[in-house]
């Protein structure tokens, strides 16, 4: 079978930029902040709470996004896309990584009567680096401690959309992928912060009764390999997982809307925005 062509990291500079509704700080950081993007009309709206991408680097920042979580709104559901302090920026890494994005997750809850948010009805969505965050927020109902966004109340969550998750820390560490990031995000390996690990690591969690959808490009090679094990972690522990692949994506063509792997997507998203997403 032939490989179509794919889009790359380059590509994603000439992806359009539109500007939020609202950008909206959640905490006294400058990289604390959302972009808030609304649906046509007065709501109640749900929501997806997406984390962007980039290794978990300070040099990918949340602009590249800003073409999916534009088309989510155009398409009924709002979209908060959290910005967030990163590895090489003064706090990100272990714990300020985390811990940003716990708190922008739940600031939900302060600016929902502001904008008629529906918070029955929010999802996280994340790509990349990005999908294990999200996929870890849908976890820390479950995380018992006082680890880096521990809360006895975090923000109630419908389901977690993981576009190309990193979820799978030992594989990304064993790999050495993208210059062993997940080991720069925790600052050292698993046999040196097995607590850290276990803090974060996807595969080393239990997401419980939370509906999961995990979509893969069927041409990822480097990025589909650790959500796959994901999927078989979590369907091993009898979790609600569904793994979709996209025949004609790579990495980048999961964040596209332009891309004909944008109504998988968008249909994963809506499933589970729905009142009944395990029977879906």
């Known amino acids: 079978m032939d490989t179509p062509d794919l889009l790359t990291s380059a590509d994603l500079a000439h992806f359009d930029q539109p500007a939020a509704d609202a950008r909206l700080p959640y905490g006294t950081d400058p990289l604390q902040f959302g972009d808030l993007r609304l649906p046509p009309g007065p709501g109640p709206h749900p929501v997806a709470v997406f984390i962007h991408g980039g290794c978990w680097m300070a040099e990918y920042d949340i602009a590249h996004s800003s073409k999916l979580t534009a088309a989510l709104a155009r398409h009924g559901i709002a979209s908060w896309s959290l910005e967030f302090r990163r590895v090489g920026n003064d706090g990100g890494g272990w714990p300020g990584t985390f811990a940003d994005v716990a708190a922008g997750t739940d600031h939900l809850r302060e600016i929902a009567a502001a904008y008629n948010l529906d918070l029955g009805r929010v999802i996280t969505m994340g790509h990349s680096s990005g999908g ?24 109630a969550l419908q389901g977690v959309l993981g576009l190309a998750a990193a ?22 390996s698993p046999a040196e912060y097995p607590q850290r690990y276990a803090w974060t690591d996807p595969v080393r969690l239990s997401l419980g009764d939370t509906p999961q959808r995990l ?17 078989a972690a979590a369907r091993e522990r009898g979790e609600n997982a569904r793994l979709i692949e996209a025949p004609d994506s790579g990495h980048f063509e999961l964040i596209d809307p332009d891309s004909s792997t944008w109504p998988l997507v968008l249909e994963a998203a809506r499933t589970l925005l729905s009142a009944n997403p395990e029977q879906q």
Do not use: I
Request: charged content about 25%; proline content about 6%; hydrophobic content about 40%.
């Open 215 to 231: 979509l893969v490009g069927r041409h990822d090679d480097v990025w589909s390999p650790p959500a796959r094990r994901y999927f």
């Open 132 to 155: 294990q965050l999200a996929l870890w927020l849908a976890a820390r109902k479950n995380l018992a401690g006082s680890g880096p966004g521990a809360s006895a109340d975090p923000l």
């Open 167 to 188: 979820a799978d820390f030992d594989y990304l560490h064993e790999d050495g992928t993208c210059d062993r990031a997940v080991d720069q995000l925790l600052g050292g």
